[in-house]
């Protein structure tokens, strides 16, 4: 039975009372988490995974939900990205990929960057994942090894499946943060941390409040493709994004996502190219990009899979920006 387990639900009305909130049950040593639209946390809560005493809700902090083309709130829904004509098409077309139209009304851009990893040796219901005494990502003081890189449990590989970031990182999306030391900034590549367990570089009582993007943003030209088992509403097992300011080649910029715990900016791979970006350089790059890229067997495709599709999504992602 997945019955919801008990939790205070909290629903400060401005970002101060959050950032309050949040210092209050930190000094108590009170665990919480935060929530935005529920369509991750909640059947996650209904698995009994990493349940908290508190879960402090932004639903109702009004000006997060901002939807522009320099700027989109956290708690802006998909839905709305996805028919807004204010954004980014590229923004618009990665929101309308994310599960169903009845998932996209509640999901928001917060909850999508900020996404728990996944793995087919946690995403199950509790009985399951005791008979198999637990993983390291939520041993219940077992002390559990990760099953999928067995003999250690010091590194949870889980992987990050979300949809957006590989776009708002190709886009030189800038994340803004905020907690109760303060707001920060940092560019959205910068934001993910290669752990399936911490995830991003979120302390302890922040949270995300927007991305930005920089002026040039309408003049960048992008594409992003996905892989995944059903069209109707599957989390992708391979996703890769692409931009470029056509006929600037040091404007291009490739990320990938769904492949490792985090997703990836592939500036090195692109970098390696030098000046110049045309038809002939797209299987070069898009075969270094699959080489750079090491998926684990804990999604349900094969990882060899996934990774040879990077090769296909890449190839197929940068004819698109080529406009081929
Ligand atoms: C059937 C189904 C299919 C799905 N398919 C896809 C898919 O194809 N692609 C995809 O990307 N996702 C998919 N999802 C996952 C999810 O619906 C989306 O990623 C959604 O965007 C999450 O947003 P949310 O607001 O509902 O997040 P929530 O569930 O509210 O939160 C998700 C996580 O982010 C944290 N969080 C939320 N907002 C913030 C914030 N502002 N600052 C800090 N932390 C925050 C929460 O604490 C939680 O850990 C699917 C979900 C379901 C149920
Ligand atoms: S990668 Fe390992 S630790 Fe992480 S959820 Fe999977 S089995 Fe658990």
């Given at each position: 039975m997945m019955l919801m387990p008990p939790f205070n639900l909290h629903h400060p009305k401005t970002v101060e009372e959050a950032c309050e909130l949040a210092a209050t049950f930190l000094a108590n040593k009170e665990s919480f988490d935060w929530v935005a639209g529920g369509t991750d946390l909640l059947p996650n809560y209904k698995w009994h995974i990493?349940?908290?005493t508190h879960v402090i809700s932004?639903?109702?902090?009004?000006?997060?939900d901002t939807i522009s083309m320099h700027e989109i709130g956290a708690m802006a829904r998909l839905g709305a990205l996805t028919t807004s004509?204010?954004?980014?098409p590229l923004i618009a077309f990665a929101a309308s990929k994310v599960a169903s139209s009845l998932v996209r009304n509640n999901a928001t851009l917060g909850g999508n960057i900020c996404l728990d990893t996944r793995c087919f040796w946690i995403n199950q219901s509790e009985d399951w994942r005791r008979s198999i005494d637990?993983?390291?990502?939520?041993?219940c003081g077992t002390g559990s090894d990760c099953r999928v890189i067995p003999?250690?449990?010091?590194?949870c590989v889980a992987?990050?499946?979300?949809?957006l970031a590989p776009s708002l990182m190709v886009l030189e999306g800038t994340i803004h943060i905020i907690g109760p030391n303060g707001p920060r900034s940092l560019p959205v590549d910068e934001?993910?941390?290669?752990?399936?367990?911490?995830?991003?570089?979120?302390?302890?009582g922040e949270f995300v409040l927007k991305v930005t993007f920089p002026?040039?943003?309408?003049?960048r030209t992008g594409s992003y493709k996905k892989l995944r088992v059903?069209?109707?509403?599957d989390f992708p097992e391979a996703g890769v994004a692409s931009s470029w300011?056509?006929?600037?080649?040091?404007?291009l910029r490739v990320a990938s996502t769904a492949l490792e715990s985090i997703p990836r900016l592939h500036q090195e791979e692109v970098d390696a190219l030098g000046t110049s970006f045309s038809k002939e350089h797209i299987p070069q790059l898009s075969e270094a990009i699959m080489k750079s890229i090491k998926p684990v067997n804990?999604?349900?495709?094969p990882p060899r899979y996934r990774k040879s599709m990077v090769r296909v999504l890449a190839k197929r992602s940068l004819r698109e920006i080529l406009g081929d």
């Open positions: 990493n349940v908290k932004l639903a109702n902090i009004p000006g997060l004509e204010n954004v980014h637990w993983c390291h990502k939520e041993d003999n250690q449990n010091t590194l992987t990050y499946q979300g949809d934001f993910f941390q290669l752990d399936g367990i911490t995830r991003n570089v979120l302390q302890e002026e040039d943003v309408a003049n059903r069209e109707s509403w300011i056509s006929g600037d080649p040091s404007s804990n999604t349900a495709l």
